[in-house]
């Protein structure tokens, strides 16, 4: 038996797509440009925000706006609790309950550090530990933080069975001696767990 499970959210756990669309076209009319506008916008931004090497105000600025007040009001509007529980894997996070009676159950998930008070800080009665790329300044797939993952937490990486949805994070984590299965849905996991005798 494994010392930990270390778990992916988005796309495993939590399905998140349809909720950032819908916050990308929200941001993209208060910045007067089209959602493939915005999308773009974004995209070469989010990694500062997912290591934590730029705030919400800085990319505020970016977009050319100085108040946060009306993209605050939309991620309110969005990302509340219902919406939240409407999108989780509810199965996948009933067989978490029943790893944590017999072994730690920890999350790993690359993430925007805005999105905390939304999306992160909701999963963390669901496990004994979880970090988060802006947490750590590093994200996925870069070796380095599972290093530090293993090392905030006093682990070897045979003591550990990682589960994400992106092979280059798999394979990065293989890499280091990490057991990793690539998820693609709940009974395709059932599948791997039972080979390895889960």
């Known amino acids: 038996m494994p010392k930990v499970f270390l778990f992916d959210i988005g796309n495993v756990l939590w399905q998140y797509q349809e909720s950032l669309d819908r916050l990308y076209t929200s941001w993209a009319l208060i910045c007067n440009l089209t959602t493939d506008e915005f999308r773009q916008k974004y995209k070469s931004y989010y990694k500062y925000l997912e ?8 990319f505020i600025n970016f977009l050319g706006h100085s108040d946060t007040s009306p993209f605050i009001s939309a991620l309110e509007l969005i990302y509340t609790p219902d919406n939240f529980t409407q999108n989780l894997n ?10 944590r009676s017999i072994t730690k159950v920890g999350y790993l998930s690359n993430a925007e550090n805005f999105f905390y008070p939304y999306v992160q800080q909701q999963f963390n009665p669901y496990f004994d530990f979880g970090y988060s790329s802006w947490q750590l300044g590093l994200d996925k797939p870069d070796p380095a933080i599972y290093l530090k993952t293993l090392e905030l937490q006093h682990l070897k990486p045979d003591d550990v069975i990682f589960i994400d949805d992106t092979q280059k994070n798999i394979d990065s984590a293989k890499a280091l001696g990490i057991k990793s299965i690539l998820f693609q849905n709940n009974q395709q996991l059932l599948s791997e767990l039972y080979k390895i005798q889960i």
């Not at 290591?51 to 800085?58: A, G, L, P, Q, V």
């Not at 509810?90 to 790893?99: R, S, V, Y």
């Open 51 to 58: 290591t934590n090497e730029k705030s919400f105000s800085d």
């Open 90 to 99: 509810q199965p996948l996070l009933n067989l978490i309950t029943n790893l």
